[in-house]
């Protein structure tokens, strides 16, 4: 039978080989955080909340949410760091969708044109991105594999950076406002093979988030101190 702990020596050549992946994982855990690209227009009464401390949120304090019934969603703006035509139009439409999914969930989804009273308005925009690179991913897993590990450790994860704002249809003023970030999770795995896995996870949370938030504003209404790890620009 073979051994059931790799030779010393063989296992030394395999810490040496991956040494260059730890050293890569410092820097390469998906580098999402707040971002403040401009896309919305104010940003100083933006907080985390008690129950979502990792995002940055304004809900205007006179919206009542049971006023609205129906909801425009526009087109995903790219506020990111510049990607190929194919990969921006790609990840603005899984946004896109995943805002429709969730809001047609508690509204009527209507046309820009059917703009009217009772009728809330979607801005959204990607502010930042990474994709997973699974030619660093892959030879990690292996390597720990061989060492008798479980292969959870990926030094290369993707992530993405989102703004979002409602807004009352007619008038254009903001109700709801939401600056949401994620990185990279390990039990996420096809995320460290599919560059833009991760990303798509973050819109999928993002797209939660924002409707939940604008259906249930309540507890959202109350600030905590402003988060320290806002960026001034996008990743």
């Known amino acids: 039978m073979p051994p059931a702990v790799a030779p010393a020596g063989r296992r030394a050549a395999i810490i040496i080989a991956i040494a260059p992946l730890v050293a890569l994982s410092a820097c390469?855990?998906?580098?999402?955080?707040?971002?403040?690209?401009?896309?919305?227009?104010?940003?100083?009464?933006?907080?985390?909340?008690?129950?979502?401390?990792?995002?940055?949120?304004?809900?205007?304090?006179?919206?009542?949410?049971?006023?609205?019934?129906?909801?425009i969603i526009e087109p995903v703006e790219w506020q990111a760091k510049p990607r190929d035509e194919k990969t921006t139009a790609k990840l603005s439409a899984d946004f896109h969708e995943r805002l429709v999914k969730n809001f047609s969930s508690k509204y009527q989804v209507v046309d820009a044109s059917k703009a009217a009273p009772g009728v809330l308005r979607v801005r959204s925009a990607i502010t930042g991105t990474r994709p997973a690179r699974w030619y660093y991913n892959?030879?990690?897993?292996?390597?720990?594999?061989?060492?008798?590990?479980?292969?959870?450790?990926?030094?290369?994860?993707?992530?993405?950076?989102?703004?979002?704002?409602?807004?009352?249809?007619?008038?254009?003023?903001?109700?709801?406002?939401?600056?949401?970030?994620?990185?990279?999770?390990?039990?996420?795995?096809?995320?460290?093979?599919?560059?833009?896995?991760?990303?798509r996870g973050a819109f999928s949370d993002a797209s939660k988030l924002l409707t939940q938030i604008t259906v249930s504003p309540e507890s959202s209404r109350t600030e905590?101190?402003?988060?320290?790890?806002?960026?001034?620009?996008?990743?």
Not at 53 to 60: E, G, P, Q
Not at 160 to 165: I, L, R, T, V, Y
Not at 224 to 235: C, G, M, R, T
């Open 28 to 71: 390469s855990t998906g580098g999402q955080r707040l971002t403040r690209t401009g896309f919305l227009s104010d940003y100083s009464q933006m907080h985390p909340t008690k129950e979502h401390k990792k995002a940055s949120i304004y809900v205007a304090s006179d919206y009542e949410p049971a006023a609205y019934t129906k909801v």
């Open 224 to 235: 905590l101190k402003p988060d320290p790890q806002v960026a001034s620009i996008a990743p």
């Open 138 to 199: 892959v030879p990690a897993q292996a390597a720990q594999l061989a060492l008798g590990g479980l292969g959870f450790f990926r030094p290369s994860s993707g992530g993405a950076s989102q703004e979002m704002q409602v807004q009352d249809a007619i008038t254009g003023r903001p109700l709801v406002q939401v600056a949401s970030f994620r990185n990279g999770k390990p039990w996420h795995v096809s995320g460290s093979y599919v560059p833009y896995d991760h990303a």
